[in-house]
């Protein structure tokens, strides 16, 4: 029911030494940990997408001001074609198009070098209810990259399925107290392993 009226809230000054509270992605986890306790979860947090026209530059700046290493490349539906990644805008794949093409660095569009949709693996959210930051880590080696998705079935709006979220390789290091500064997927699990050894 609606208020008739409203009183206004009572402001005190701030205190000194007050410090922002961060979020929960970077609250300590362990190998056993609950996976999705490690999980970006799109109910609570938006997704970044772009369009398969943007320039790899655009790309990178996306995923610089909103803190991603992997953007969600949409159709004027929304629905997803693609996969961008950090190491596609700047790793080898730009190069090796060049090489073949010819041009110029800035004339790549994200198109070009995303991962399409018939190509990206999911798992799905019953599987990772029952799945453990260990298990996630495994799964991320075993297939070779920094990021997973997570679908489940869209049970509002027919059964297909909907991206629910995503698991980062550096996302989990930071988590688990591994500092991670390097888009190489085989380095950053030598990097996780070995910290995780040595602690």
């Given at each position: ?25 970077y609250l300590a986890a362990r190998l056993d940990t609950p996976a999705i306790e ?139 107290g591994v500092p991670i500064q390097t888009f190489e997927v085989a380095r950053t ?11």
């Amino acid at each position: 029911m609606e208020r008739a009226v409203y009183r206004p809230l009572s402001p005190h000054p701030l205190k000194s030494g007050a410090v922002c509270r961060q979020p929960s992605t970077y609250l300590a986890a362990r190998l056993d940990t609950p996976a999705i306790e490690v999980m970006t979860d799109f109910e609570h947090v938006s997704p970044v997408t772009i369009g398969p026209e943007a320039t790899l530059a655009q790309a990178t700046n996306a995923m610089i001001a909103r803190g991603v290493r992997l953007l969600f490349v949409v159709d004027r539906l929304g629905a997803i074609i693609g996969l961008i990644t950090a190491r596609d805008t700047t790793g080898e794949r730009p190069i090796k198009m060049i090489r073949e093409r010819g041009g110029k660095h800035s004339d790549l569009r994200v198109e070009d070098v995303m991962t399409r949709q018939e190509h990206i693996e999911a798992l799905t959210m019953e599987e990772v209810l029952h799945a453990d930051v260990g298990h996630i880590l495994e799964t991320l080696k075993s297939i070779g990259r920094q990021h997973a998705i997570v679908v489940e079935s869209d049970m509002a709006g027919g059964g297909g399925e909907v991206v629910r979220g995503i698991f980062s390789a550096t996302n989990i290091g930071r988590r688990l107290g591994v500092p991670i500064q390097t888009f190489e997927v085989a380095r950053t699990f030598a990097d996780i392993e070995s910290a995780l050894a040595s602690g």
